[in-house]
């Protein structure tokens, strides 16, 4: 089968990427290896290349990234790795060639089978491919039927009546071209802005008409205009910076600064400003993360220093060289200039972060601070410090000089050279700790966790020598995330008492793990749990029937072979996921569950036999490829969204 590149183009807003993700999602089980990098020319901008290469190379290889120091390193490395691998890539929003080069230069890198897809706007970005098939797909905007079902969906939230409003509703659409972020905005506007005014529709349509994308812009500005001001500030913050970020953190920010984030994420979408994805990440369509930009920059044309928040390298640098920042500051990202060959790290004083007393926010990428640190920063809630070199230059001070009461966020990630196991102080009111990929020369983490009594958040992913979770975890009352993803651990084993508040507990490929004790019924207010790529354990404990608050559960490439019978009693599963398992019959346990929506035993290949699935009333995905399942019986195949089965499956219908 030969390799094949497809190039999926259309206008802004006309739904490039959600088609994108829609074919990905029914296609990805077909594949050796998957990936879909979203946003690859605003990611590039502002992580450079290399980092994007690494979450390919680590998505398509389904374990840890082998240490990447330059993009050419990088190249070579993906095509060594997947050079006979079928693999589905898709790069979303490239805009030239030089974005895809690093990552998907040729088809040749890849194995035969293997599929690109791009999201692009203009087709000369195909032009760099000179081997394999290439395919244009031209995305077209939507058709009347479902363009009005859209409309009437965004413009009837407020629930009155659109009988009188005649032919308008089509008009307006046909003004808009059709394009599906158009409409939503337009409806939306028209709902909150004229519950019941018509004048105002005949009003907006016939400016759409003059200059319907000069228009809409204007709309998403009026829209944007009469939100309030808090959720003013959570839109510009997320268009600033957390397009693509999980909402937890954020959140935590917001409630810190009295930001109401729960009324103002709803505000944003319900006038189609935002959406949060299947893993609660914020998602925001370009042409409104662009308008979010323009009204920070708009703030003060002339001094960047005068603005709330700052993203671009060449502001940052202005504010920091020339100490032209400001209390007006808010939000600070620091990056590398990733349009070099080689970024080279920044080296600042702390006495240029003194006029910024008002931060919040602090990103810093891969740059040291050195200095008095005297009465530094004293609002900071979010210090996010990516390649810090050393513990020690942790803002050139010791953690305990931090204004610990107000500091909710410390994301050390990928500090690779902290020789020295942390010690955290007691005045510390940290919520959110991220360690993911420090290199903690400690089989265990420092017993002084325990006095981080409002920890929510604990990520200790790919931090390699960690062998076992430390006794005073136990004690964190409030812990409701822990993330031990890529460590040495190899048991999964709780005291009484422990972690009461733990909701989430993910430990994919920890290649040492090869059991899970029968404590594991303690964690009783566990939702999820994902062991993905534990490859050496071989079974579940019959305690996991007391986890019946459980909701979605990975047990995929794992050895296990088999379900224990209480399994009966997580009555409040919804997803199941089993992917190349060693189960060899149907679970006879999962046959009731009401609250089932998803189950996946794709590459099962020992699965044999029947798939009764009639006591499943909320299934709604269901993938069975490449197994050896034989007959299947449902009430009715209708109720899917998603069914994958192979051919020559027997599919009866049984009430």
């Known amino acids: 089968m030969e390799r094949c ?170 003004a808009v071209g059709n394009l599906p972020l158009s409409i939503e905005i337009v409806a939306s506007y028209l709902c909150r802005k004229s519950r019941k005014s018509k004048a105002i529709w005949i009003e907006t349509l016939q400016i759409l008409e003059r200059e319907p994308g000069k228009e809409v812009k204007g709309l998403l500005r009026e829209s944007y205009d009469l ?45 189609s400003f935002l959406k949060v994805g299947e893993e609660n990440e914020f998602w925001m369509h370009n042409q409104l993360k662009m308008l979010g930009r323009e009204i920070v920059k708009n703030e003060n044309n002339k001094s960047p220093g005068e603005r709330s928040r700052l993203w671009d390298y060449k502001d940052v640098q202005i504010i920091l060289r020339e100490s032209e920042g400001t209390d007006k500051v808010e939000a600070l990202r620091v990056t590398l200039n990733y349009n070099q060959d080689e970024p080279e790290f920044d080296h600042f004083r ?57 500091l909710k966020v410390l994301n050390l990630k990928g500090c690779l050279w902290i020789i020295a196991s942390l010690e955290f102080p007691a005045s510390m009111s940290l919520e959110h700790l991220i360690l993911e990929g420090c290199l903690l020369l400690f089989p265990t983490i420092h017993e002084s966790i325990s006095s981080l009594e409002n920890l929510v958040t604990l990520n200790i992913k790919n931090c390699r020598y960690v062998k076992y979770l430390p006794q005073a975890l136990h004690s964190l009352r409030a812990l409701r995330e822990l993330l031990i993803d890529g460590t040495k651990i190899e048991s999964l084993h709780f005291m009484e008492g422990s972690l009461p508040a733990l909701e989430i507990l993910s430990a994919c490929g920890c290649e040492l793990l090869k059991e899970v004790s029968d404590s594991i019924e303690l964690l009783k207010n566990l939702r999820k749990l994902t062991l993905r790529s534990c490859k050496q354990l071989r079974g579940l404990p019959h305690s996991m029937g007391e986890l019946v608050l459980l909701e979605k559960m ?31 019959e149907f679970p006879q346990a999962i046959k009731i569950f009401e ?32 197994t050896k399942i034989s007959r299947m019986f449902a009430k009715d195949y209708g109720q899917f969204d998603i069914l994958e089965l192979d051919d020559g499956v027997d599919m009866q219908t049984v009430s």
């Open 350 to 406: 702390c006495e240029k972060f003194h006029p910024l007393s008002n931060l919040r926010f602090l990103e810093l990428d891969y740059a040291d601070i050195e200095g008095n640190p005297k009465n530094l920063l004293p609002k900071l809630v979010w210090l996010d410090w990516c390649g810090c070199t050393e513990i020690s230059k942790l803002f050139a001070f010791n953690m305990q000089k931090l204004e610990a009461k107000r």
């Open 227 to 271: 939100l309030e001001e808090k959720t003013k500030q959570i839109f510009l913050d997320i268009a600033c910076f957390f397009v693509g970020v999980e909402k937890t953190i954020p959140f935590c920010m917001w409630e810190v600064c009295e930001g109401c984030p729960n009324r103002g994420v709803d505000e944003l979408q319900n006038v």
């Open 595 to 626: 609250k089932l929506e998803e189950l996946d035993f794709t590459l099962c290949l020992s699965l044999v036999g029947d798939c009764d699935i009639r006591g499943l009333s909320s299934l709604r995905i269901l993938r069975l490829r490449r």
């Open 554 to 584: 990975d047990l995929s490439y794992t050895s296990i072979n088999k379900l224990p019978s209480s399994f009966k009693d997580l009555k409040n599963l919804e997803v199941l996921k089993m992917v190349r398992t060693f189960i060899n």
């Open 5 to 174: 590149v497809v190039a999926m183009c259309g206008l802004p807003g006309v739904g490039k990427t959600t088609l994108a993700k829609i074919v990905y999602n029914k296609i990805s089980h077909l594949f050796d290896g998957c990936s879909f990098l979203e946003n690859v020319r605003d990611y590039i901008e502002r992580n450079g290349v290399v980092s994007l290469q690494k979450k390919l190379i680590q998505d398509l290889n389904r374990r840890d990234c082998p240490e990447v120091k330059s993009s050419n390193e990088g190249s070579t490395l993906i095509k060594k790795l997947f050079l006979k691998q079928r693999v589905l890539i898709v790069l979303d929003d490239v805009d030239h060639f030089k974005q895809i080069k690093p990552l998907a230069e040729a088809l040749t890198w890849f194995g035969l089978g293997s599929r690109i897809i791009l999201t692009i706007r203009n087709k000369n970005v195909i032009e760099g491919y000179e081997d394999g098939e290439i395919k244009e797909h031209e995305v077209l905007p939507m058709n009347d039927g479902h363009a009005l079902e859209l409309f009437y969906k965004h413009a009837s939230r407020l629930n009155f009546t659109l009988e009188n409003y005649g032919s308008l509703p089509k008009n307006i659409i046909s």
